[in-house]
């Protein structure tokens, strides 16, 4: 799997923004977090930390189970329905 899976749509060739936007969303979070902690010296907050990054993972899981424009050729078992 590469990162063009991740972020294009199920031709693989459109990229989608709420894919793109997660990422960029959840790589944005750790660059912060581990800026506060090595360049500013502030003590890291695990608890804070855990719950911040699982609500954005949570919400990306919500936004692809709500995905529902997925075309029937690409199907579970690769058959057309």
């Known amino acids: 799997m590469s990162l063009k899976d991740l972020i294009t749509d ?3 060739e ?3 923004t709420g894919r793109v936007a997660a990422i960029v969303g959840i790589a ?7 800026w ?3 360049a500013q010296g502030k003590d ?17 899981g ?9 075309p029937k050729e690409h199907a579970p ?4 329905q």
Request: glycine fraction near 22%; hydrophobic fraction near 50%; charged fraction near 15%.
């Open 62 to 70: 919500v936004y692809l189970m709500g995905d529902k424009s997925k």
């Open 77 to 80: 078992g690769g058959e057309a």
């Open 28 to 34: 944005a979070f750790i660059v912060l977090a581990a």
């Open 10 to 12: 199920y031709d693989g």
């Open 36 to 38: 506060g902690v090595i």
């Open 44 to 60: 890291f907050d695990m608890q804070a930390f855990g719950i911040g990054f699982g609500s954005l993972v949570g919400g990306l």
């Open 14 to 16: 459109t990229l989608e």
